[in-house]
């Protein structure tokens, strides 16, 4: 699989899609306030709106294994799309495409 993923991005970045990314990490934050988006991106809409503590976390990896007692939204500087959401979390956001390329 690593082979597979050095291979995928080597071809990725040999192409003009490396220079389109670029741009659109640099336009993101921008477009984002002149629309007053808020500077995160949601990882997977819902039907229904949620509610619950809201934390505030460096990165989903670091606390996988952990049990909410109650309902949580977390805010993640990063994700990278292979880690379990805990138990008792209803919600997650990240901070920025940039951090998540695996999901987005």
């Given at each position: 699989?690593?082979?597979?993923d050095?291979?995928?991005d080597?071809?990725?970045?040999?192409?003009?899609?490396?220079?389109?990314?670029?741009?659109l990490?640099?336009?993101?934050?921008?477009?984002?306030?002149?629309?007053?988006?808020p500077?995160?991106?949601?990882?997977?809409p819902?039907?229904?709106?949620?509610?619950?503590?809201?934390?505030?976390?460096?990165?989903?990896?670091?606390?996988?294994?952990?049990?909410?007692?109650?309902?949580?939204?977390?805010?993640?500087?990063?994700?990278?799309?292979?880690?379990?959401?805990?138990?008792?979390?209803?919600?997650?956001?990240?901070?920025?495409?940039?951090?998540?390329?695996?999901?987005?």
């Amino acid at each position: 699989k690593r082979n597979i993923d050095v291979f995928v991005d080597e071809v990725l970045r040999g192409t003009s899609l490396i220079a389109v990314s670029l741009v659109l990490q640099r336009l993101e934050p921008v477009l984002r306030g002149l629309a007053h988006l808020p500077p995160w991106q949601m990882i997977s809409p819902v039907d229904k709106p949620v509610q619950g503590e809201f934390r505030l976390i460096d990165k989903m990896l670091h606390i996988q294994d952990k049990v909410f007692e109650t309902p949580t939204v977390l805010l993640s500087g990063a994700v990278s799309g292979e880690e379990e959401v805990p138990d008792g979390v209803v919600g997650v956001l990240v901070r920025s495409a940039k951090e998540a390329p695996d999901i987005l």
